[in-house]
């Protein structure tokens, strides 16, 4: 198989070394264990970034690690979807009193719907397979969604908002792909109170989270339902101390804000979703102003 990796790209303003052939080697042995594209821009770029590290103990590491790398694509969404929220619909379906119902949001800090966020691509999905989604569980619930929680206000009385969230079988759901460090969970739960939503009529959904922001979320009796659930990738796993000090002097080398080291908040993650979240270590998604080759840029 020819391979353009093994070519520098003229476009790079940074002089980076060319893939090696063992370098392509290597690359494309844990691409076909991934079952990810060889033929793609992000096995060339994964090549170079390869490449470019300074010795064959930061090689090791990023290829180990990566071997953990969950790359999510956006076909894989709206199932990943389902499985949380049917995992919510087992939880709450015992205690329903009538049929449950739900409104779907997408998770948003504050009110400002023009704030886009990477919960507002599921959102979307998930609101164009909604009459799918309500067939299915039709037996079991009603399903809406609305864009914010400026639409349920606008839609009811302050007496009837409360009336509404006494009911025990309603519930609002904001919905992400992902669930970094639980900030923004928090943030979002904080502003539906503000609304007079009481915390325990809202329950979050995520495709994946770090387990450190569940735990947070956990810590204020947040109510969160994730498809995957990620541990930190190199403190919560063996030769933590070796492959710290090795992946310390990688973010050396490329210059990586404080904020950022290790993922932001140290979240140590290893995931791509339709936007790699910061939260991902940064070796994978930085390009330090172009200037560097990597595979999953944000």
């Given at each position: 198989m020819q391979n353009r990796s093994i070519k520098k790209k003229a476009s790079n303003t940074l002089k980076e070394k060319s893939a090696t052939v063992e370098d392509v080697a290597r690359v494309q042995?844990?691409?076909?264990?991934?079952?990810?594209?060889?033929?793609?821009?992000?096995?060339?770029?994964?090549?170079?970034?390869?490449?470019?590290?300074?010795?064959?103990?930061?090689?090791?590491?990023?290829?180990?690690?990566?071997?953990?790398?969950?790359w999510i694509t956006a076909n894989d969404y709206y199932q990943m979807f389902v499985t949380a929220f049917d995992q919510m619909v087992k939880a709450k379906i015992g205690a329903t009193v009538r049929k449950l119902t739900f409104t779907i949001l997408p998770l948003l800090?504050?009110?400002?719907?023009?704030?886009?966020?990477?919960?507002?691509?599921?959102?979307?999905?998930v609101k164009a397979h909604?009459?799918?989604?309500?067939?299915q569980y039709k037996e079991k619930c009603v399903i809406s969604c609305l864009e914010g929680v400026t639409a349920i206000i606008e839609n009811n009385t302050t007496m009837q908002l409360k009336k509404m969230y006494s009911d025990p079988d309603i519930f609002i759901c904001p919905i992400d792909d992902y669930i970094g460090s639980g900030n923004t969970?928090?943030?979002?739960?904080?502003?539906?109170?503000?609304?007079?939503?009481?915390?325990e009529k809202i329950t979050f959904l995520a495709l994946v989270s770090q387990e450190q922001g569940l735990k947070k979320c956990a810590d204020e009796a947040v109510s969160v339902f994730s498809t995957m659930q990620m541990k930190r990738q190199i403190t919560d796993y063996p030769n933590?101390?070796?492959?710290?000090?090795?992946?310390?002097?990688?973010?050396?080398?490329?210059?990586?804000?404080?904020?950022?080291?290790?993922?932001?908040?140290?979240?140590?993650?290893?995931?791509?979703?339709?936007?790699?979240?910061?939260?991902?270590?940064?070796?994978?998604?930085?390009?330090?102003?172009?200037?560097?080759?990597?595979?999953?840029?944000?």
């Open positions: 042995r844990l691409f076909e264990e991934k079952g990810w594209p060889l033929e793609s821009g992000e096995f060339d770029d994964f090549c170079t970034m390869i490449a470019n590290l300074a010795n064959e103990a930061q090689k090791e590491l990023i290829l180990q690690l990566s071997k953990r790398f969950c800090p504050s009110d400002n719907v023009n704030d886009v966020k990477s919960g507002h691509f599921l959102y979307y999905l909604l009459p799918k989604l309500q067939k969970v928090l943030d979002c739960l904080h502003n539906l109170e503000s609304w007079g939503i009481p915390k933590s101390e070796k492959n710290t000090q090795v992946m310390t002097e990688i973010e050396e080398s490329i210059n990586i804000k404080d904020e950022f080291r290790f993922g932001y908040e140290k979240s140590e993650a290893l995931v791509k979703l339709e936007h790699t979240p910061n939260n991902t270590f940064p070796v994978y998604w930085f390009t330090n102003k172009n200037r560097r080759t990597v595979p999953f840029p944000r």
